[in-house]
């Protein structure tokens, strides 16, 4: 079976390299007087905004050979359902990967708008379901539920899903959801269940995935932590009687040669400015446990880039240069293939990959890296690689 | 201000022109059954459904000069964000008015999707928040468990958090349905325009909410005299701060009056409702409320419907919100021969001549 590729939609804005660090490409950020810097906006009112951009990656990402793309959610982004059924008319075969919270929809809504968006789209939609990151954060988005209950919670929100969509009438009665003779009406009710990706990696959070999740998605770690969680996954998956994928969410860096590649992290790493640097080494927040499990990755002294290379390939500066995850994978066209292809055989089903600018890193990767990656064609095969 | 004119999408299937059977236009109501007998190759197959339909129904309304669309929420029809967001980017100048109740879930989660909305079409999108079914047990359908009489405070808070957080940060609050710590859009996504809220309702509670929230405020379709008289009782208890009035009716408009009569005639043979013995009065109570939700039709001639809107507009109305079936066409016939009417009988001149 072969592997499934996501890429990425920069909700977060966009710089129009790793090396800068001004996220106002495409107007993510109109009112901001920064936007000179960005070379790609019209100044003023052009009529366009930042739907434009992200329309021009969703097809730069499909034409490429990517199934479709994670819209990340974060509390000053954009709304990922808003940007999947703005984006549906315009694409052919992007798949929108729609990651939301429980506590953010009823599950009935919930229900009602992705049998919409499924018949909007023809099929294309698909849910990462996130849990939360906790803490005070999770009143930001006006959710007083607690950590562990929140799995709970999660566990709820899909079991009443599942059991609207399975054709109803359906009733149910939990801690937090009640619904009763519940169901779709036609045609709604004819669309195929969005496959589930499903992030977190407390022990509540692996019990809720084992139970719903199509596919367990983390962020990338040390290959050997990667390993094991996936084979926790799948251990406690199989006592239910279930099968479940694991994918991976990983930035990458690919060009030609190793030394070009890295010559772009190290001048993006020196465009670090000091106060960014000093207050990466004092963060500590949140209750997410795969937040706290790569804040252990941090190394002890840092002078230069290279501090930052946890294994070949492997770079673990990658939320210095932009927000989201630590660790990504830098390398020539047929490193980052062997990469991948080696995480593979760890267990990765999928992968969810992004590089900036996203737009014509897309063609980049869908051109150079995917043709080479050998997927579990490979297996006990793997290539030497210098 | 000039008046504005909304056309009201069918999100729940719509008939066709002199046959009231309702169906999915566009779409093939069984995929493996052709629509055409073996005399003609169907080439659809697929490629087609209910929402390039919807798709089609929007840029008529846009042609033919309607202000925006209503999207109404009809649980045995498409999601109404979802037909917003699919229609956006095929027009440049309608508004999206869009109709949900407050037990879709996050008051924040909404603002955060209606600032994605504002952002994206430049501040085109508005919210029409309604009580929901009025019956309990559809309700409990919809996973909504809340007490009848909790309804009004529970949208009370849902538009004070929601507004508390498009314009404010940062924004706390504690109440009975929702609780925000900190919160309030920063970055991109603040200063953004606060969606226009409209509400409906007559009794004293559903008005003095209209009062405290509402830009505007939504009328069922009535006889001009009640309409005056539900203005001025608003006007009365809601004195500190007077919205724009809406009126939500239905047209059957026709070159003329024998023609509109007619047709009128045939749809309410089709639908098995009984025809009114007067039909001497324009206005039909329920004459296609199940196909729209309209609480009565206009049925006349251009001239007639066209005299009677501006009628309305000149009590005070400043918005409608109109439908017809079908709605594909007759956005293309409202739009053509009514409005320009209604626009010229309401031109600031002539009211005051008037």
């Known amino acids: ?386 | 201000m000039a008046n504005q004119f909304y056309w009201q999408l069918p999100t729940s299937g719509d008939a066709r022109y002199g046959d009231a059977t309702r169906q999915r236009r566009g779409e093939a109501a069984d995929p493996n059954y052709p629509v055409f007998g073996s005399g003609v190759t169907d080439p659809r197959q697929n490629a087609f459904n209910y929402y390039d339909y919807i798709h089609q129904v929007t840029k008529a309304a846009d042609i033919s000069g309607f202000t925006g669309v209503f999207i109404p929420d009809n649980p045995d029809g498409e999601e109404p964000w979802i037909v917003a967001g699919y229609i956006a980017r095929s027009t440049q100048r309608l508004k999206l008015l869009t109709q949900f109740d407050a037990s879709r879930g996050s008051a924040v989660y909404a603002a955060k999707n209606a600032v994605s909305f504002q952002r994206y079409t430049g501040g085109r999108f508005a919210w029409h928040i309604t009580e929901g079914n009025s019956d309990e047990h559809t309700r409990k359908q919809l996973g909504d468990f809340v007490p009848k009489e909790d309804i009004l405070a529970r949208i009370d808070e849902f538009i004070t958090v929601a507004k508390g957080v498009l314009t404010t940060y940062p924004f706390n609050f504690v109440g009975r349905f929702f609780e925000v710590q900190d919160g309030g859009f920063q970055g991109p996504l603040s200063s953004r325009e606060v969606p226009r809220v409209y509400l409906s309702g007559s009794s004293d509670e559903q008005v003095a909410l209209s009062a405290k929230h509402a830009d505007v405020h939504v009328l069922e379709a009535a006889g001009h005299e009640t309409i005056a008289q539900q203005i001025a009782r608003y006007q009365q208890a809601a004195s500190t701060n007077a919205p724009e009035f809406a009126l939500r009716i239905d047209v059957l408009a026709r070159e003329t009056r024998e023609e509109a009569l007619a047709d009128a005639k045939r749809f309410l043979g089709q639908t098995g409702a009984p025809i009114p013995k007067d039909e001497s009065s324009l206005l039909w109570p329920g004459f296609a409320a199940e196909y729209t939700g309209a609480n009565a039709s206009l049925i006349g001639s251009y001239d007639e419907v066209a005299a009677a809107l501006a009628a309305y507009a000149n009590l005070g109305v400043t918005q409608f919100v109109l439908a017809a079936v079908p709605h594909f066409e007759e956005a293309y016939r409202v739009g053509s021969y009514v409005l320009p009417l209604v626009r010229e009988l309401t031109r600031p001149a002539q009211k005051q001549a008037a």
């Open chain 1, 1 to 386: 079976m072969t592997i499934d590729v996501f890429w990425r939609i920069p909700t977060h804005g966009e710089p129009s390299s790793h090396r800068a660090r001004s996220p106002f490409r495409g107007d993510w950020f109109p009112g901001n007087d920064n936007r000179t810097l960005s070379g790609l906006s019209g100044g003023g009112d052009d009529g366009f905004t930042y739907i434009d951009y992200l329309a021009e990656i969703a097809r730069a990402a499909e034409i490429s050979g990517f199934q479709g793309g994670l819209i990340p959610s974060f509390p000053n982004t954009d709304e990922p359902w808003v940007i999947s059924a703005f984006l549906a008319r315009e694409t052919k075969n992007f798949r929108f990967m729609i990651p939301f919270q429980p506590g953010f929809l009823n599950p009935v809504t919930a229900a009602r708008m992705t049998a919409s968006l499924q018949r909007a789209t023809g099929g294309r939609a698909l849910y990462n379901i996130i849990t939360g990151g906790g803490g005070p954060s999770q009143l930001w988005w006006g959710d007083p539920v607690k950590h562990d209950d929140r799995y709970g919670r999660t566990t709820e929100f899909l079991d009443v899903l599942k059991g609207i969509w399975a054709g109803g009438p359906f009733s149910y009665n939990g801690q937090f959801y009640q619904v009763e003779d519940a169901g779709l009406p036609d045609p709604l009710s004819k669309e195929e269940y969005p496959e589930i990706y499903f992030s977190g990696s407390s022990d509540a959070a692996l019990a809720s995935a084992s139970k719903h999740a199509d596919y367990y998605l983390s962020w990338l770690e040390p290959f050997d932590l990667i390993k094991d969680k996936f084979a926790r996954v799948k251990e406690r998956t199989d006592q239910l009687g279930r099968k479940i994928k694991c994918s991976i969410r990983v930035d990458i860096l690919a060009r030609p040669t190793e030394e070009e590649a890295w010559r772009e992290i190290s001048r993006g790493f020196d465009n670090i400015p000091k106060d960014v640097l000093d207050r990466y080494k004092a963060q500590n927040a949140g209750d997410s446990v795969g937040a706290s499990r790569q804040r252990g990755l941090r190394p002890q002294t840092i002078n230069s880039y290279k501090d930052f290379i946890l294994s070949p390939n492997i770079w673990t500066g990658f939320n210095l240069l932009r927000g989201g995850q630590t660790l990504g994978i830098v390398g020539s066209y047929e490193n980052v293939a062997a990469r991948l292809d080696e995480l593979v055989q760890l267990g990765a089903d999928a992968f969810i990959l992004a590089s900036t600018p996203h737009l014509e890193e897309a063609y980049r990767v869908g051109e150079e890296v995917l043709p080479l990656v050998r997927g579990k064609a490979g297996a006990g095969n793997l290539r030497a690689v210098a």
